[in-house]
Nanobody
Framework: QVQLVESGGGLVQAGGSLRLSCAAS????????MGWFRQAPGKEREFVAA????????NYVESVQGRFTISRDLANYTMYLQMNSLKPEDTAIYYC????????????????????WGQGTQVTVSS
């Protein structure tokens, strides 16, 4: 069992930055691919970014490419999402997720691939 806890959300003006963290506990962090998803009011949960267990490969939804950076610290069992140049349309609850075992970086864009989820952290970007 893996427990995931997100933090770092908040209210920020358009153009600002936030860094989300996802702390993992319960089992070894290595061997798990990780991802970030978000869900805005009235919309379905959507993929934001993913990273392989080694951290060597990442993937982003087109709308955040060049603005968001996903990374992980295996030693501290933590994953991050650095969000720059935030826009009002980035407003959502952000969830981190973990997937055990190997899969392709493309498959990690699908929420059904993941085994564990955090409770989410709210990000609000004002115009």
């Amino acid at each position: 069992q893996v427990q995931l806890v997100e933090s770092g959300g908040g209210l920020v003006q358009a153009g600002g930055s936030l860094r989300l963290s996802c702390a993992a506990s319960g089992r070894t962090f290595s061997g798990y691919a990780m991802g970030w998803f978000r869900q805005a009011p009235g919309k379905e949960r959507e993929f934001v970014a993913a990273i392989t267990w080694s951290g060597g490969t990442t993937n982003y939804v087109e709308s955040v490419q060049g603005r968001f950076t996903i990374s992980r610290d295996l030693a501290n069992y933590t994953m991050y999402l650095q969000m720059n140049s935030l826009k009002p349309e980035d407003t959502a609850i952000y969830y981190c997720a973990a997937k055990s075992g190997w899969t392709t970086i493309t498959a990690l864009t699908q929420s059904r691939r993941y085994d564990y989820w955090g409770q989410g952290t709210q990000v609000t970007v004002s115009s």
